[in-house]
């Protein structure tokens, strides 16, 4: 009896450590299961401006452009941020002109390195080895290829646009091509160009460290626009006749 008693205690205080704790195991382990799907879901619910799904970094290209844009280095970004100011300096605050910046860059080199290469022949009696320059033909077609595919990619862009199946599309490029006019109307070409140089390396660090911010005034901001857009769809472009579109086949 005593040997029976003592196999049915440890039994019993099994099944009542199990009642105890089985539900907080099972609970836990059944929310472990739940997180990363619950996290993955938050993930896929939050709202990033202009539908991304790629770090700041990745949307700009990579590499040392994005670098320079969100300042990881500080040094080559202030530089290369100096250097755009000084230029912006000298055409617009000091009126100075490109050909007239070209040609006396050019009369100072030439005599730097002619006074260079005639007085070491006064001193060393050898005249000194000036290097060849010469641009890399494979650098001058990757860029050639670069600028042919953005430009293709632009006329495709309008193509569609122009097309007429996406109005959406269209009012949006109008109204940006009104906004830019206004702002080209208001500052000449070369500080247009100061001002988006500017706006590189300062609007991607800003969004950077607020994205968070950011995306969720972003993202009631297109609430908004959505609803005054149903509105003018309803009161006006739905009012706008369209003539059926056939397609002509030929037999």
Known sequence: MA???????????????????????????????????????????????????????????GGK??????WRDKKVSAGVLGVATAIWILFELMEYHLITLVCHILILALAIIFLWANGSTFITKSPPNIPEVRLPEKCVLEVASALRFEANR???????????????????????LWVLSMVGSCFNFITLIFITFVLLH???????????????????????????????????????????????KKD
């Open 202 to 248: 300062t609007v991607p660090l800003f969004y950077e460290k607020y994205e968070d911010h950011v995306d969720s005034f972003a993202e009631k901001a297109m609430v908004e626009i959505r609803k005054q857009y149903a509105v003018l769809d309803e009161k006006v472009l739905s009012k706008i006749p369209k003539g059926p579109l056939k397609d002509k």
């Open 65 to 70: 452009p994005a670098d320079i844009f969100l």
């Open 3 to 61: 040997d029976h008693a003592g196999d049915s205690e440890p039994s019993l205080m099994e099944k009542v450590s199990e009642k105890i704790h089985g539900p907080e195991f099972s609970s836990s382990s059944d929310s472990d299961d739940d997180k990363p799907s619950a996290v993955d879901s938050m993930k896929s619910k939050v709202y990033r401006l202009f539908g991304r799904d790629k770090p700041v970094h990745k949307v700009l290209g």
């Open 154 to 176: 632009g006329l495709a862009l309008l193509r569609e646009i122009a097309s007429g199946r996406e109005l959406k599309k269209f009012l949006a490029f109008i109204a940006g």
